[in-house]
């Protein structure tokens, strides 16, 4: 059993201004972006079990809230004889 963990990720785009005034070359993906990734993962492996994990600061207000996805998977097997053995 393999695990991955997935979470939005950085994107490299051509420099921009961003809302702080700064000069960027990086932005989040965005959560149809996020989704098409994890869809992608999904389809192409065997899935065991997907579990949430939460950090970040819970009282006071303090900070914000952070969520992963834990996704247990094995490879799926391939009956093509030319293809590798596991996607």
Do not use: L, S, Y
């Given at each position: 059993m393999n695990v991955k963990l997935f979470s939005k990720q950085s994107i490299e785009v051509s420099p921009y201004t961003n809302r702080y005034g700064d000069v960027s070359?990086?932005?989040?993906?965005t959560q149809e972006e996020y989704e098409a990734r994890l869809n992608d993962f999904l389809e192409q492996h065997h899935i065991i079990d997907i579990k949430p994990i939460y950090d970040g600061d819970w009282d006071e207000g303090g900070g914000g809230i952070y969520c992963e996805l834990m996704v247990m998977y094995e490879p799926r097997e391939v009956n093509n004889p030319f293809a590798s053995k596991y996607i």
């Open positions: 070359t990086r932005r989040k993906e």
